[in-house]
């Protein structure tokens, strides 16, 4: 049952009548239009005035006078003074509560008229997509850019701003508006030019839009209708100058809504437009706005992201690739039922000056709301899907540009190493990009200028171990930092994986091992931008493993990995080169100071003295019982002076942990207490198989390599095994079984010891004679840090070794 508004007293009061019919009339009806003042001659289109000169068809009596109510809201300020001007539009529109306007929709009282019931129905019917393609034939039948284009992004800040702030929660919105302003967020060099181009599109714009919505029609009509005005604009333009359009009408309820209890001028225009009486049954009116309020979010959402598409640097992106083509195929769609959203707000803002609080909206039209906000809600997601997905290609291209300008800058010689520290560690013009670990302070990357820079390359599960014996050698050489040998710096880069999240535990594990290292590292893994991980894993070869890549000071990359060379020679190695490494090798002989460097401060005494040496390892402690004690008694009956040193087992676990205490209670032998130096033992060992290899070496051709080898298969054994040697003389070596059987059989070959340096060449023989041609042998070596050759010989035999994959897990 529809309703008709008679007067009364208060003004209005509805009465239950017939539905009425849709009745053609002509253009010059009189048609109410304010109150009491019908309209002579107007047409149902208002034609938009420029500022300060009216339209010649609107109503002179508020029409002449609403240019005064805008001179006067010029002093609440520049903002106000905007929304005054735009108050003048309002004049030209039938929005009395004594007489609402003709053919209204139903939207205007509070039972619907058959006209749009039947609207409503064909509203639902809209949202389905039986008539999505017919739909998006009318959309694209109605655009017809004419090339311009508008940087609308400023626009839709200055319709956020005032979005935010329109509220009836009065003073409290002010806390809930953004905490900068559209002006802050602005380009101020373009912006007013901007606005000045787009102001009569607006206007007219806004006028349609009252004039549409008071003048009765369906939505989509009013909203293709929209789209005729707008045709000539970009997508992004449409949304952005309807958006526009609605605001101002919006943003001047409520500022006058805001005002009228503290502003004079504010108050007389809510007089007349009953606000008072609306706001002290604001209460009432609350859920109403809220379910608008969500749907202006929803539309500020989807405008946002048209917005942004239209910002999508375009040398990153092809227009006819699929997920383009997809994201463009929605942008139509997204526009339009945008506009359609602001044609629906339209209307109760309409019907809400009209009716007042009295105004109650059926539950047809929350329905609508509440879809139109679903709707745009299901759109916004969909979009910024297709955004990831682009920005992903964007960023995909973005960074291989990056790191083939990278790669560039590599190839290219340079006077220092700025350009290049620069390029790998990112930091803006007043950031301090590097910790100085000794100092714990921020530093600039001069501190890096012409020197010899380290980088040390790893994640953040860098071993206690490596850790432990870097910072040793690192100390060492700023003890003496006029040596030549010490005139470098290092630089820990953290790479991660930027797909996983930061969490406050991983920024913990990052400034946990930053603060343990002397040495300079970067403020941050971000500043490592992904082009430049990219390069230290295909250009460098970097896979968990750390690694240190050296820079000479002109910013060339000398080595890309000397980590090994650190691990043999420390800085003895320096300037740690491929030409270093070289030339040391050649100095070198299969001896103890090469085998054990300085694990152990008593060997250099051992070596000295010529004492005889024995080194031994394995995690049988039954056999290292029987063995030490066996070596011990054969000493003493060849009369010889003889240190023994248990070096264990590469990764050393809780086992080589109990035995050393057992060596050590029992006085078996010496022990290494820290487990450090005997995974150092090992890892040096392990350096020089992949330092070797890396220069060609093999078993077949190098006589060092054939013993490291041997060495490495000891280790890879699960048997205990033992060297000897006298000073720096040759050495003599073997597994468990055939080394013990050796010394126990000591009465066999004693006789043939030549003193004093002949017990090693003695045992040796003897070993010769003991050798069978039966063994297997493993060759372990760790994770992939470099080349690994496809054909390795056995050390004892010659013959090629089976090659496998082997996942170990190791756990005491």
């Given at each position: 049952m529809a309703s008709e508004l008679v007067p009364t007293t208060r003004g209005l009061q509805l009465q239950p009548i017939q539905p009425i019919q849709p009745v053609s009339r002509p253009m010059t009806e009189n048609v109410p239009t304010t109150r009491g003042h019908p309209m002579t001659q107007a047409t149902h289109e208002i034609a938009p005035s420029t500022r300060g000169q009216p339209s010649t068809t609107a109503r002179p009596y508020l029409g002449e006078s609403r240019p005064h109510f805008g001179e006067g809201q010029a002093h609440l300020g520049e903002g106000q003074a905007h929304l005054g001007e735009a108050q003048a539009h309002l004049a030209e529109v039938p929005a009395v509560r004594g007489q609402p306007p003709t053919n209204v929709p139903g939207i205007l009282k509070n039972q619907p008229p058959a006209g749009r019931s039947g609207h409503l129905m064909r509203e639902r019917h809209l949202f389905s997509s039986s008539d999505d393609n017919a739909m998006m034939k009318q959309i694209l039948a109605a655009h017809a850019p004419d090339g311009r284009e508008f940087d609308v992004k400023t626009l839709v800040f200055i319709v956020e701003d005032i979005m935010r702030r329109a509220t009836f929660l009065g003073e409290g919105a002010q806390s809930q508006a953004p905490a900068d302003t559209w002006e802050d967020r602005a380009i101020h060099g373009g912006y007013t030019d901007m606005l000045e181009l787009l102001a009569y599109p607006i206007n007219k714009t806004n006028s349609e839009l009252i004039c549409k919505c008071s003048s009765g029609g369906d939505a989509h009509s009013i909203t293709m209708a929209l789209f005729q005005t707008l045709s000539s604009y970009t997508w992004e333009a449409k949304v952005a100058i309807a958006f526009a359009a609605f605001a101002v009408s919006y943003g001047e309820f409520w500022l006058v809504a805001q005002l009228y209890t503290t502003n004079p001028l504010a108050k007389s225009v809510a007089v007349l437009k009953e606000l008072p009486e609306i706001m002290e049954h604001a209460e009432a009116l609350k859920q109403k706005f809220e379910a608008v309020n969500n749907l202006i979010n929803a539309m500020l959402n989807v405008t946002h992201c048209i917005v942004k598409f239209k910002e999508l640097p375009t040398q990153y992106i092809n227009p006819e690739s699929p997920e383009m083509i997809s994201a463009a195929a929605h942008i139509p769609t997204a526009v339009y039922w945008t506009v359609r959203s602001i044609v629906a707000c339209s209307f109760i803002l309409l019907n809400l000056i009209a009716l007042g609080h009295e105004f109650v909206a059926s539950a047809a039209e929350a329905w609508e709301l509440n879809s139109l906000a679903h709707k745009l809600a299901s759109i916004k997601e969909h979009l910024e899907r297709q955004m990831d997905i682009i920005n992903r290609r964007i960023e995909e291209r973005r960074e291989n540009d990056a790191y083939l300008a990278l790669v560039r800058l590599f190839e290219t010689t340079h006077v220092d190493n700025m350009k290049i520290l620069r390029a790998l560690i990112y930091a803006k013009e007043d950031q301090l990009p590097l910790f100085d670990g000794t100092h714990k302070r921020r530093a600039s990357l001069d501190v890096l200028r012409r020197?010899?820079?380290?980088?040390?390359?790893?994640?953040?599960?860098?071993?206690?171990?490596?850790?432990?014996?870097?910072?040793?050698?690192?100390?060492?050489?700023?003890?003496?930092?006029?040596?030549?040998?010490?005139?470098?710096?290092?630089?820990?880069?953290?790479?991660?994986?930027?797909?996983?999240?930061?969490?406050?535990?991983?920024?913990?594990?990052?400034?946990?091992?930053?603060?343990?290292?002397?040495?300079?590292?970067?403020?941050?893994?971000?500043?490592?931008?992904?082009?430049?991980?990219?390069?230290?894993?295909?250009?460098?070869?970097?896979?968990?493993?750390?690694?240190?890549?050296?820079?000479?000071?002109?910013?060339?990359?000398?080595?890309?990995?000397?980590?090994?060379?650190?691990?043999?020679?420390?800085?003895?190695?320096?300037?740690?080169?491929?030409?270093?490494?070289?030339?040391?090798?050649?100095?070198?002989?299969?001896?103890?100071?090469?085998?054990?460097?300085?694990?152990?401060?008593?060997?250099?005494?051992?070596?000295?003295?010529?004492?005889?040496?024995?080194?031994?390892?394995?995690?049988?402690?039954?056999?290292?019982?029987?063995?030490?004690?066996?070596?011990?008694?054969?000493?003493?009956?060849?009369?010889?002076?003889?240190?023994?040193?248990?070096?264990?087992?590469?990764?050393?676990?809780?086992?080589?942990?109990?035995?050393?205490?057992?060596?050590?209670?029992?006085?078996?032998?010496?022990?290494?207490?820290?487990?450090?130096?005997?995974?150092?033992?090992?890892?040096?060992?392990?350096?020089?198989?992949?330092?070797?290899?890396?220069?060609?070496?093999?078993?077949?051709?190098?006589?060092?390599?054939?013993?490291?080898?041997?060495?490495?298969?000891?280790?890879?054994?699960?048997?205990?095994?033992?060297?000897?040697?006298?000073?720096?003389?040759?050495?003599?070596?073997?597994?468990?079984?055939?080394?013990?059987?050796?010394?126990?059989?000591?009465?066999?070959?004693?006789?043939?010891?030549?003193?004093?340096?002949?017990?090693?060449?003695?045992?040796?023989?003897?070993?010769?004679?003991?050798?069978?041609?039966?063994?297997?042998?493993?060759?372990?070596?760790?994770?992939?840090?470099?080349?690994?050759?496809?054909?390795?010989?056995?050390?004892?035999?010659?013959?090629?070794?089976?090659?496998?994959?082997m996942y170990r897990c190791c756990i005491d």
């Open positions: 020197k010899h820079v380290l980088l040390l390359i790893s994640d953040l599960d860098m071993s206690h171990e490596e850790l432990s014996v870097l910072h040793q050698m690192y100390t060492e050489s700023r003890q003496q930092p006029t040596r030549p040998e010490s005139q470098y710096e290092v630089v820990w880069l953290p790479v991660i994986d930027r797909l996983l999240p930061w969490h406050d535990a991983t920024d913990k594990q990052f400034q946990f091992v930053q603060n343990s290292m002397p040495w300079y590292s970067v403020a941050h893994p971000m500043m490592l931008d992904p082009a430049v991980i990219r390069f230290i894993k295909e250009n460098w070869g970097f896979n968990k493993k750390p690694q240190l890549v050296v820079l000479d000071p002109q910013g060339k990359d000398s080595n890309r990995n000397a980590l090994h060379m650190m691990w043999i020679w420390g800085s003895l190695a320096f300037p740690f080169t491929k030409t270093k490494e070289e030339a040391l090798w050649r100095e070198e002989t299969w001896r103890i100071e090469l085998l054990a460097d300085s694990i152990d401060p008593n060997l250099f005494h051992w070596v000295n003295e010529n004492r005889y040496i024995c080194l031994y390892g394995g995690e049988d402690i039954e056999w290292i019982r029987k063995f030490t004690n066996t070596v011990r008694g054969a000493a003493n009956a060849a009369g010889i002076r003889l240190e023994m040193l248990y070096v264990g087992k590469s990764n050393p676990k809780e086992r080589v942990r109990r035995n050393n205490s057992i060596i050590q209670a029992e006085n078996l032998s010496h022990i290494l207490t820290d487990l450090t130096l005997i995974w150092f033992f090992w890892v040096r060992l392990e350096s020089m198989w992949h330092s070797k290899n890396q220069h060609g070496m093999t078993v077949e051709n190098d006589p060092i390599m054939q013993e490291i080898v041997t060495m490495l298969s000891f280790d890879g054994s699960d048997q205990g095994w033992a060297v000897f040697c006298r000073g720096s003389h040759e050495m003599a070596k073997g597994k468990a079984e055939t080394i013990y059987e050796c010394m126990s059989q000591f009465d066999r070959w004693k006789d043939k010891v030549v003193y004093p340096d002949g017990f090693v060449i003695a045992m040796n023989d003897h070993l010769r004679e003991l050798h069978t041609p039966h063994h297997c042998n493993r060759l372990i070596l760790p994770g992939p840090t470099g080349h690994i050759p496809e054909r390795v010989v056995c050390a004892e035999c010659g013959r090629p070794m089976e090659r496998f994959i």
